[in-house]
T-cell receptor, first 114, second 113 residues
Framework: GNSVTQMEGPVTLSEEAFLTINCTYT??????LFWYVQYPGEGLQLLLK?????DKGSNKGFEATYRKETTSFHLEKGSVQVSDSAVYFC?????????????FGKGTKLSVKP | GAGVSQSPSNKVTEKGKDVELRCDPI?????LYWYRQSLGQGLEFLIY????????KSGLPSDRFSAERTGGSVSTLTIQRTQQEDSAVYLC???????????FGSGTRLTVV
């Protein structure tokens, strides 16, 4: 089937810790992959994306690499800040390229303590 | 407008009543999407409009749910005979044709009592 699976939260880290949020997908083709972030009280925002195998998306110190061999798109950040506390959603599209609706994982809540 | 606008921001309705939720996408965005966000369930795709093509309704959970998009712009999601399990945040998003990533609205929190 077509789905996205991400690690369950909540994840609690101290400031400046290393962050990894795992995400794997199933697909019959080669979807585009995304990470969205939802800060407390706000709407979802696109954090980063990758559109083909081995692409690395990056933004605000976050990175994720499209790994076709492991069907993964893990989110990483070397040093988290309190302001990174949010819910992170991994997603893939359904039609490939830029088209189609997105299928989201269930979200991972990150809490960063000072 | 500058962003995707949804109204109302909050709606409390009695079980069995009909509700209409409105989405005003970013001007010029040809694609419009409705999602539902429930606690513990993540984001559930409902319906997708792309230009003048027939909408992808594959995510609508029952025939009580319907949506339309008038003039390629504003969209209305209608839920008939609401049930308590319809309580959720309903999110709208829009995007340009051939662009990656959506712009989401702030959502409508629907509570069915």
């Amino acid at each position: 089937g077509n789905s996205v699976t991400q690690m369950e939260g909540p994840v609690t880290l101290s400031e400046e810790a290393f962050l990894t949020i795992n995400c794997t997908y199933t697909a019959t083709g080669y979807p585009s992959l995304f990470w969205y972030v939802q800060y407390p009280g706000e709407g979802l925002q696109l954090l980063l994306k990758a559109t083909k195998a081995d692409d690395k998306g990056s933004n605000k110190g976050f990175e994720a690499t499209y790994r076709k061999e492991t069907t993964s798109f893990h989110l990483e950040k070397g040093s988290v800040q309190v302001s990174d506390s949010a819910v992170y959603f991994c997603a893939r599209n359904t039609y490939g390229g830029s088209q189609g609706n997105l299928i989201f994982g269930k979200g991972t809540k990150l809490s960063v303590k000072p | 407008g500058a962003g995707v606008s949804q109204s109302p921001s909050n709606k409390v309705t009695e079980k069995g009543k009909d509700v209409e939720l409105r989405c005003d996408p970013i001007s010029g965005h040809t694609a419009l999407y409705w999602y539902r966000q429930s606690l513990g369930q993540g984001l559930e795709f409902l319906i997708y409009f792309q230009g003048n093509s027939a909408p992808d309704k594959s995510g609508l959970p029952s025939d009580r749910f319907s949506a339309e998009r008038t003039g390629g712009s504003v969209s209305t999601l209608t839920i008939q005979r609401t049930q308590q399990e319809d309580s959720a945040v309903y999110l709208c998003a829009s995007s340009l044709l051939d662009s990656y990533g959506y712009t989401f609205g702030s959502g409508t929190r629907l509570t069915v009592v």
